[in-house]
């Protein structure tokens, strides 16, 4: 069961882990997959907001193209800086869908995912996009997306969807049969495990792992029956970490097959809040960050982490790290600078 949606101006505070519970249509089990869809082609484009205060709006993930930083969220917005978040360019896209993930593999060409399961993709370092695939009979969301290269990829999301690309994104498959998900529970993360192959986390303790990229997939016993909203590797062979609701944070060292909870320990008593998303450093550090202005950090490959609240306790969705050593997280209010430890620091 997710979280319950807190509220912000006017509009449901839409984090990725709470895509779900943000909208009463997205409970409704409406339409089936294509086996098979051509790029996207609508019959007449519609474009995202543009805003003045897009900066500061609902942002879900951000992620880098090269120097560049790439963000994503509510309306279709996708902004872009080349100053490290000083200053942000508002990207023209096609959509006006709620955007929850975006990755790069390189300097050029990245993806981001969304509700009414829209698969955008930008080869240019996120200036423009082209919308790739969409179903909008079905009003469900996509919540994350890998790549391997600029033509493998894999988008998961809302009652078991999980689409894939071999193509750049040309053609998107249904290749939900590889996974044994009978009651088609939601996946919410997705990442790659060093040494080691794929990892999807999900609803009710779901998860999966692939050792051959995707071709096939195993069930794992998961270590806790709530849910989990994201999964990351870390600088260790093998190594991953699973998080999700309530703070439950779990790591394993083999793939999967054995797991260790996390204790963490908040400057004002046990953590609770729900973690959202994770990011692995340049210096090897994780940094996790969640609801209630949680903010993670470990140097240990995830052993041992500190814990800060930040004051303004707005919910984060995502975070990535900067060339001075500080961290831009994104999500209830925007971009947000930070310190090395997710303490606030002023705009520069």
Do not use: C
């Amino acid at each position: 069961m997710t979280e319950p949606v807190m509220t912000g101006t006017g509009n449901a505070l839409r984090a990725r882990p709470w895509a779900l519970a943000a909208s009463a249509a997205l409970l409704l089990a409406v339409g089936m997959w294509t086996n098979s869809v051509e790029a996207a082609t609508p019959e007449a484009e519609v474009w995202s907001t543009v805003s003045a205060k897009a900066d500061k709006s609902l942002l879900l993930d951000v992620a880098k193209a090269g120097s560049r930083l790439v963000m994503v969220g509510d309306r279709g917005h996708i902004l872009f800086s080349d100053d490290q978040g000083t200053t942000w360019t508002q990207a023209k896209v096609p959509s006006r869908q709620l955007l929850t993930a975006v990755t790069f593999v390189d300097d050029k060409h990245g993806w981001a995912v969304g509700h009414d399961a829209q698969i955008l993709a930008s080869t240019d370092g996120g200036a423009t996009w082209t919308k790739q695939f969409e179903d909008l009979s079905r009003e469900a969301p996509l919540l994350d997306v890998w790549f391997q290269d600029t033509q493998h990829g894999v988008a998961i999301g809302a009652y078991g969807a999980i689409l894939e690309t071999t193509d750049g994104g040309q053609h998107w498959q249904d290749i939900s049969e590889r996974l044994d998900n009978p009651d088609g529970l939601h996946l919410n993360g997705i990442a790659q495990i060093k040494d080691a192959g794929l990892f999807i986390v999900g609803e009710q303790g779901t998860m999966f792992r692939s050792g051959d990229v995707g071709q096939t997939w195993q069930k794992v016993e998961s270590p806790y029956e709530g849910s989990f909203f994201g999964v990351i590797g870390t600088a260790q062979p093998q190594t991953l970490l699973a998080y999700g609701l309530r703070g439950n944070l779990y790591r394993s060292s083999d793939f999967g097959d054995t797991w260790q909870q996390i204790s963490l320990k908040a400057t004002r008593g046990t953590l609770e809040f729900g973690l959202s998303s994770a990011t692995l450093l340049d210096d090897g550090s994780l940094v996790l960050v969640g609801n209630g202005g949680t903010v993670l950090r470990s140097s240990d490959d995830g052993v041992t982490f500190s814990v800060f609240n930040r004051a303004d306790r707005l919910a984060l969705a995502g975070a990535s790290g900067l060339p001075d050593g500080n961290l831009i997280l994104v999500g209830q209010g925007g971009a947000h600078f930070a310190a090395a430890t997710g303490a606030e620091r002023a705009q520069p």
